[in-house]
Every structure is written in structure tokens, then in C-alpha cells.
């Protein structure tokens, strides 16, 4: 495995070469390559991700003294959800850098950008691990951070949910309903449909790894769609 590119890009050498190459490591790519003796990324992304929360809720703190506790808890939400980590770790090429099975490097859509935020957490913890926590804000404030601007200009950070609810009480005094039509995939990595109803008004359909993430993305395309017909 060769990170010289990915270090390059991120502008850190590891010193402990064995922690990035962990950090890379999907478990199908073991799986399918028992005598790989470098452990899968699991581990590295359980601590990463607390890294992480860490480190952008100190920066939020201190960047919005106004805001209160809600608003910079759903501002946080927004900035570590695995759809922007894997923009983060697509915009350094990480994907790249990941050692897969042959099965898992044929995945596409959200199955792959799962991959891409996990092991963007996973390359954290193995920057805290080998420099410390001032090496993992450093990753973290040029590659995670830099989406801010983004999301305070959209708004992106208020739950698709809620404001759905707020928009069409106050335009039609209803409030939307979400409906599962489908599940499918394996057990361990099943996939919900959900759809959302204005009483018995069909308006949009969207997936998720659970049903609350899969009523998120459809209240998501929902707003989208009531923006384009101008329904509300």
C-alpha cells in the first residue's frame, strides 16, 4: 500500500506508517486477503469520530459565541454527516487510497460514500494517534471545516424535517406524513424507502441506512420538489 500521495495531499508524513495503512484498510479487503496483517479500520474510525465531534464542536464554540446550544448542535450535525465527510474525503482523493474487496470497490451511490466517511473518521483517529490532537485539528479545520461557508449559506443545517412541518402548517394546516415502501438489502446493511404525504398527496420518496435517515432524505427531496413547482 503506498500513501506517499494521500500524506503529500494532506500535508502530513505518518510516523507510524502501520496507523495510516490501518486507517485504509476495509474489512472486506481482510476478508478477502486473510494474510493481510494489517487490522481493519473499525477500531481507528470508532475513535476518530469522537475526534472529530470534538474538534468541530470547539471550533463552532468558538467561532459562534452568539449561537446557542441548539443551533450549534444541528450546525455540527450538518458538517459530520457521511454525505460531506465523503465529499471532504473524495476533494483528497482518499477513495483512492482504500484498500477493498473486489465486491466493495464495485459499489456506487451512498454504499460507497459510506465507505469514504467511514474511513475519513478512521484517518483522524490515526492522525491523533500519531500527532495528537493538533494534527488532527489541523485535518480536520482544512478538509471538514471548509464546508462551513457551505452550509451556513444554504441553511443546510436545519433539519429537512422540521422546516418541511413549519412550511406546510403554516401554508396548508397539515403536517406531513412518511410512509416505508420498501426495504431491502441484507439484514446488516438494509436499505429503507420512505415516503412523504400531504394527507394522500404522494410528494417525494427518499432512502436511508434506517428509517429516520431515509424520512430525512425524503423531506429533503421534498422541499426540493415544492421549491421547483412552487406548490407552497
Known sequence: MNTGALEKTIHYSFTNTALIKEALTHRSYRNENP????????????LGDAVL???VTEELFNRFPEEDEGKLTSI???????????????????????????????????????????AMEALIGALYLDGGLSAARTFVTTFVMNNLHVIMKQASYRDPKSTLQEIT??????TPTYRVTSETGPEHNKVFAV???FENEYIAEGEGYSKQEAEVDA???ALE????????
Open 76 to 118: 455540527r450535525a450538518a458538517l459530520v454527516n457521511y454525505q460531506l465527510l465523503a465529499k471532504a474525503g473524495i476533494d483528497i482523493a482518499l477513495e483512492k487510497a482504500i484498500a477493498l474487496s473486489r465486491g466493495e470497490a464495485k459499489d456506487t451511490g451512498r454504499a460507497r460514500e459510506v465507505i469514504i466517511a467511514n
Open 195 to 197: 415516503s412523504v404525504y
Open 53 to 55: 465531534e470534538l474538534i
Open 169 to 174: 402548517q403554516a401554508e396548508r394546516k397539515i
Open 219 to 221: 423531506a429533503k427531496k
Open 225 to 232: 420538489t415544492l421549491e421547483k413547482k412552487k406548490m407552497l
Open 35 to 46: 494474510g493481510w496483517e494489517i487490522p481493519h479500520n473499525e477500531r481507528l474510525e470508532f
